[in-house]
Structures are given as C-alpha cells and as structure tokens.
C-alpha cells in the first residue's frame, strides 16, 4: 500500500542550530502538508505545498516539494525550545482527498 | 470559538460502557474526518464525510459509530471497545473532501479503555 517514510524519527538538536527532515514515497503525490504536533494536542498546518519544485516558507521553517514528487522536505533555521515537537508529513495523491502521514520526527531542542 | 474542536479531551471507558466523542468546526468546511493516532503508528484514517454523507469508512470495526447530523457536527459512537483502541481520536476538516485541500485538526480526545 501507500507509505511515507519520513525521516529521522528523531533529532536532539542545540538551541540555535539548523533542522532538517524529509518524507520520501515511491509513489506520486499531488499536495505535500507538513504538520507540527504538540505533546496533548492535535496537529496543526505549518505549510501546504501544491507544485513540484515548489519552495515555501512560514517564518523560519521552509519546506520544499521535491521536483521528483515523491518527496518533500522541511527545514528548521535557527531552532528555538518551543520549536520542540513531533512533525508530520502528510501527502495526497490524486483527488482522492485522504491524506497519508508519516510516522513523525520528534524533535527536541537543548537550550 | 474558532477552529476545530472536541470534547471530551479525556475519557475513560470500561469495555461495557457506550460514549460518544463530539466535534465541532467553526470553519465553514464541508468535509469532516475521524482519525486513530497510536503510539509509533501514522495517523489512521477512520471516517471521512462530506457534506454530512459518509463517503469512506477504511474497514473499521463496528464497534465504532460515526454520525454527521450537519456539516459543522461530527460525533463517533463507541461501545464495547477494547483496551487496544486505547489511543487518541483526532477530528479534522476541510473546504472539500475531494481534492487538494487542507485538512485542519482538533486537539484530540485521549480515550483509555479499562
């Protein structure tokens, strides 16, 4: 079936320090959403992407769609504590609607 | 209130008991989700209705209930669950349910079945 794989599962970072993560697929996707998700709460939009090369940024975090469609990947500049969290990627192939969500990337920022 | 939301945030369920979660989404959408979220698993799709017809149910047990009177309202029915659907229930939304739009999620309801 369909699967995203979305990595690293896990970062420990220092305060100040670039992120980066990914979610590959060997199928094609359509829309690529990346979520972040807070210890207690559901997750929230960060950034939707829509177009192969496709390059979009939300303040410090920018979040590519890979030319190949089959990838996305997320970047963090400049991490901060409350950038601590799991993030998700979620891509939608065709028109079907239903999203299909990686495993997640805990990250964790040391002060 | 604004966004997406549920009730209850925790609920604790013997396996004989019957409850029901509640979502409601104050974003004119017309399309709704129930998803399962389990440790070290992705996101799992339950339900997904668009305009208050149920328009996918990825082989959930039937102990598991949803019901969409409108569009803004989404309710899941459970009874005599087991303590492996110990997990949290996530409720989303979006414009449509077809094509490439966003999904938007509640906080979640944390269920524990004893």
């Known amino acids: 079936g369909q699967q995203l794989n979305q990595s690293p599962q896990s970062m420990f970072i220092q305060e100040g320090e670039d992120v980066s993560m990914n979610c590959t697929s060997s199928s094609i996707f359509n829309t690529w959403l990346w979520y972040k998700q807070d210890p207690g709460e559901g997750p929230v939009l960060l950034i939707a992407l829509y177009k192969a090369g496709e390059l979009t940024s939300n303040g410090r975090l920018t979040a590519q769609f890979g030319i190949t469609r089959k990838d996305s990947f997320l970047n963090i500049s400049a991490s901060i504590p409350s950038d601590v969290g799991i993030y998700f990627c979620a891509g939608l192939r065709g028109s079907q609607g239903n999203l299909i969500f990686g495993k997640g990337t805990k990250l964790s920022v040391k002060p | 209130e604004t966004g997406v939301t549920q009730t209850p945030r925790h609920l604790v369920m013997g396996m004989t008991n019957k409850k029901s979660l509640k979502c409601e989404q104050h974003l004119g959408h017309n399309a709704m989700y129930w998803y399962k979220q389990s440790a070290k698993k992705p996101l799992e799709l339950m339900f997904v209705?668009?305009?208050?017809?149920?328009?996918e149910n990825n082989s959930v047990p039937s102990r598991f209930s949803p019901e969409c009177p409108n569009s803004s309202h989404l309710f899941l029915h459970l009874h005599t669950l087991q303590p492996e659907d110990s997990a949290l229930y996530l409720c989303?939304?979006?414009?449509?349910?077809?094509?490439?739009?966003?999904?938007?999620f509640g906080p979640g309801t944390r269920l524990t079945v004893t």
């Open positions: 209705y668009s305009l208050e017809e149920r328009v």
């Open positions: 989303a939304s979006s414009q449509e349910a077809r094509g490439p739009y966003e999904q938007y």
